[in-house]
């Protein structure tokens, strides 16, 4: 962990799709250390806020020293960090918890939903940096929730909406099984995820049907954050096998197979 000993400093804010806020940060500690899906705590300081709140990084720029972070507003924590403008101060606590595994030679399907989204363009580049072969499907509700395909140059990019206004028609996790189905050699690709638990879920039911092996996908948890660094015991999920995994340093972003989709209710949501 290379923790910010200096403040870092809001250099851009964007609206990169709607309902969502993009912050650019300079911060060359953080932006040298982070790796593809890991994430800060960034400390808000909200009225009646005690506990920072957990943002992966969406990208990183060492060379420039800059991070991006890509969020919604749902609670008083975001609602403060989305009036953050240019050269405002922001107190980062990372890079925290393990990022994705990109090493291999196999195409990979990145499959975002929602906000789930904000995690994959550093991903997406760091895979394509390695030569690998991405496919990036995108899910939101509609159109103009999308982030644009330009965010993930050298992917190829398909995209699912509920309402139909873009792409295919439907869930993005009925776009993985339905069209790429035919397309490419799904029993031999690596597939990173991140979205809501009941994509996760249906993601995992589909991928069992298809008899795909679970150790080919690796999920980008979001599961709710105390501390983000393995000591309040806040962040549980459950261990395929028993026990618990803690999200915050086994993760966030876990192999499948090793959590009990069973047990995952919407009590460890994300
Ligand atoms: C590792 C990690 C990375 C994340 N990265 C991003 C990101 O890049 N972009 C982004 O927009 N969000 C991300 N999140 C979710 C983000 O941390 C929460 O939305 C944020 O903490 C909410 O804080 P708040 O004070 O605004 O809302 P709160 O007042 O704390 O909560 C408002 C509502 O949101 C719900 N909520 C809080 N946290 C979560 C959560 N993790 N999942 C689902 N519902 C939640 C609460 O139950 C409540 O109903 C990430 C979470 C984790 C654990
Ligand atoms: S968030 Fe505290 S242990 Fe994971």
């Not at 964007?14 to 806020?21: L, N």
């Not at 009646?48 to 890509?70: C, K, M």
């Not at 031999?188 to 995820?193: M, P, R, S």
């Not at 999920?219 to 999920?237: F, K, N, R, S, W």
Request: charged share 15%.
């Amino acid at each position: 962990m290379s923790l910010a000993l200096a403040p870092a400093v809001v250099v851009q804010r964007s609206t990169p799709m709607r309902d969502a806020i993009e912050l650019v940060v300079h911060h060359p500690p953080s932006a040298a250390a982070v790796k593809p899906g890991q994430f800060f705590q960034l400390a808000v300081a909200a009225p009646q806020t005690i506990l920072r709140r957990p943002y992966s990084a969406a990208w990183a720029d060492p060379q420039g020293g800059r991070i991006g972070f890509i969020f919604n507003v749902v609670g008083a924590g975001s609602g403060w960090l989305a009036v953050r403008h240019e050269g405002h101060e922001l107190d980062l606590l990372g890079p925290l918890g393990r990022g994705f595994s990109l090493e291999g030679e196999r195409p990979v399907i990145c499959m975002a939903g929602g906000l789930g989204v904000a995690v994959f363009p550093g991903v997406v580049q760091a895979l394509v940096a390695r030569k690998r072969r991405v496919t990036m499907l995108l899910g939101a509700r509609t159109s103009s929730q999308l982030l644009p395909a330009d965010r993930f140059t050298g992917a190829d990019v398909l995209t699912a909406t509920d309402d139909g206004s873009a792409g295919y028609h439907g869930s993005v996790v009925n776009l993985f099984t339905s069209t790429l189905r035919g397309r490419v050699g799904v029993e031999a690709v690596d597939i990173l995820t991140c979205g809501p638990t009941p994509m996760l879920q249906a993601l995992i039911e589909n991928v069992r049907q298809l008899g795909l092996p679970l150790e080919s996908i690796q999920v980008a948890l979001e599961t709710p954050m105390g501390c983000g660094v393995g000591t309040c015991l806040g962040c549980a999920i459950p261990r395929a096998g028993g026990g618990y995994l803690l999200s915050c340093i086994d993760g966030p972003c876990v192999r499948a197979d090793r959590i009990d989709w069973g047990r995952m209710t919407d009590a460890f949501h994300g």
